[in-house]
């Protein structure tokens, strides 16, 4: 499994694989991603399949997942990116506005470890 679905997963509480699928069944059901782009348009940019892909539970997951999953549980996900000094962090935010909660995960540029829920 993916170390992205793993560290939402563990802060969520809630089964990695699960994550996965619910995000895949957002993308598939063409929900919105951001305001003003498709998201079929924006997947098409990702390649043939991207979602039959990001179904395989070895299939590393990155923006497109952690903004669908601020949209689906309507939570702000901070990315501490611990490779820069400083470190920088990336945040991604619901489309709704609405956050009942914020994760924070550290990425170093090849892997997501989950850090706190508030």
């Excluded at 995960?105 to 892997?111: A, E, R, V």
Aim: hydrophobic content about 35%; proline content about 4%.
């Amino acid at each position: 499994m993916s170390c992205l679905f793993n560290s939402i997963g563990k802060l969520l509480e809630e089964n990695p694989q699960k994550i996965r699928n619910k995000i895949c069944d957002y993308l598939e059901a063409n929900n919105k991603l951001i305001d003003g782009l498709d998201t079929k348009d924006i997947l098409k940019l990702e390649g043939r399949n991207y979602i039959r892909h990001m179904r395989n539970p070895s299939k590393w997951g990155g923006a497109i997942e952690i903004q669908c999953a601020c949209n689906i549980w309507n939570c702000r996900i901070n990315v501490v990116n611990i490779r820069e000094r400083p470190q920088r962090t990336i945040e991604f935010v619901p489309i709704t506005g609405t956050i009942e909660k914020t994760l924070s995960i550290s990425w170093t540029g090849g892997h997501y470890e989950p850090v706190s829920i508030s």
